[in-house]
Every structure is written in C-alpha cells, then in structure tokens.
C-alpha cells in the first residue's frame, strides 16, 4: 500500500515538475516573441523616420552643379570681364498694376523679378560690370501695358549698353509637372539676333545643368527682345505653378545661385 502511495507521490510530482517546465518553455517563447516584436517595431519607426525625412527635405537643397552658396557675391566668379566699359540693361519683367504670374505660396510675379535682377546686377557690378535697370522698385513705368513696354525698349536703346537681357518667372497652370528655366530670343539673320541666338543656347545649356531640367531655348515675337537695338534676351526663370519650383524661386538662397549662373553667363558672353 505504502509502495502505492509513493508511486502515486512520484507520479505527481513528476506531473506538476513536467507542468513547470512546460509553462516555464512558454515564457521563454513569449518573451523571444515580445522582443523580436520590439526588434520589429523599432526597425519600422527608424524606417518611417528615414522615408519622412527624405520627403521633407529643405527647399534650400537643390538640384545642379552650383554649389549652395550662402552668398554668392562672397565665392569667386568662375570668369572676369577682360574688357572695359561694359554695360547690361536688366529689365524686371512687370511691375505696379501689371503683376505678372500669381503666387498661390509666395510673392507674385513682379516683385520675384525684381528681387533676382538685383542680385544679377550685384554680382555684375562685383565684376567691374555696369547693370542699367529700366525699374528698381516695385511700379510700373507707365500707366498702361503698352507705354510701360515702350518705355523699356527706349530705356535699352538709348543706354549704350552690350546687353539686353529681361527677367521672369513662367506658368502654366495647365500642367503642373512642368518645370525650369527657359530662354526666349527674337530669330532674325542679323548679327543682333545672331548674338541673341548663340547667349540663348549657351545660358539655356547652363540653366539646365544647374537645375537638372531639360528645357530648350526659344523663337518668341516679343516686343522688349524685339525692338532692342542690341542682343536681347527673356529668361523666364522657372515655373511657378510648379508647387516645388515655385518654393525654390522664392528661396533668397536659391535666387543667388541662379542668379550667379546668369551673370557668369553672361561675363563669358561678354568676353567673347
């Protein structure tokens, strides 16, 4: 009976140490589970951090070769004018009641253009070069569209000046995706309208690098580059219905950089 009872002890205890092993290789399970789960969580929130943080970029951090210069006129210009006595009249496209292309983030048109043709005309001067705007501040010239552009074209034609070039900003609210600088030109066969052609396809080239876009430069009958007596230009700058583009042209950092590409361009121009 006694031999019954301690196989029965036995077979009981067995059980309740088999039980305890059992419960105890659950824990061990939860608890690799509980910290695989953690591993897993953490690698999810450090990938979530990483993709949100590409998304947000500045919008000081731009496509191109230019280097982000905090100011440009501070780095040295990639050339120098070798000759003397050298002028660019720099037209601010619109202005006063002529606003240009609305900003639905920023400033409108006219006063964008206003604010890249200064830093084209600084770092110019910078290089011995004389800028000759047709505005400095935000007004119109005229009291009407058709004096104002008048008053432009006699503005370039009585400076003496080498250089025509008029500054812009581009939309087309149409498609949004498009994006980038573009040069128009007047084509015609003289050596006025040459000259025009060879800046054009040259500044376009450097725009597109600086920026990474693809666009080309462009016949347009427009009467500032048309009725100047000298080489003429229109830089449409980028578009501002592009939402990222847009940013960037309201950007002082990024206005300098594009701006200072302008100007190189134009100094290499000049040395021709």
Do not use: W
């Not at 949100?52 to 501070?74: C, I, N, R, W």
């Not at 070069?129 to 503005?155: C, F, G, H």
């Not at 396809?201 to 666009?215: I, M, P, V, Y």
Request: net charge neutral; aromatic share 8%.
């Amino acid at each position: 009976m006694n031999k019954r009872k301690d196989s029965h002890y036995k077979n009981i205890q067995t059980d309740i140490q088999s039980e305890l092993e059992h419960r105890k290789k659950l824990r061990k399970i939860k608890n690799k589970q509980k910290f695989f789960g953690l591993i897993a969580i953490v690698i999810f929130t450090v990938t979530l951090l990483f993709v949100f943080s590409q998304k947000s970029e500045p919008a000081t951090s731009f496509p191109g070769s230019t280097p982000d210069l905090t100011t440009y006129a501070a780095q040295p210009l990639t050339s120098q004018p070798n000759k003397t006595n050298l002028s660019v009249v720099i037209d601010p496209g619109h202005g006063g009641f002529d606003i240009g292309k609305e900003s639905g983030t920023g400033k409108n048109e006219y006063i964008l253009n206003l604010s890249v043709s200064m830093k084209i005309g600084e770092i110019l001067e910078n290089a011995g070069i004389t800028p000759i705007y047709t505005r400095t501040t935000n007004d119109a010239l005229a009291s009407n569209k058709e004096d104002d552009m008048q008053k432009r074209v006699d503005i370039t034609n009585s400076s003496g000046a080498n250089l025509f070039i008029s500054i812009h900003m581009n939309s087309f609210i149409e498609n949004s995706s498009i994006k980038g600088p573009e040069i128009y030109y007047y084509e015609g066969t003289s050596a006025k309208s040459l000259s025009s052609i060879t800046l054009a396809d040259t500044l376009q080239e450097k725009l597109n690098s600086f920026t990474g876009c693809s666009r080309s430069s462009r016949h347009e009958n427009l009467m500032v580059i048309r009725e100047a007596n000298i080489p003429a230009i229109l830089i449409e700058c980028g578009y501002m219905s592009n939402k990222q583009e847009e940013i960037q042209l309201n950007d002082e950092n990024y206005q300098k950089q594009i701006a200072g590409v302008i100007a190189n361009t134009i100094i290499e121009y000049l040395n021709a």
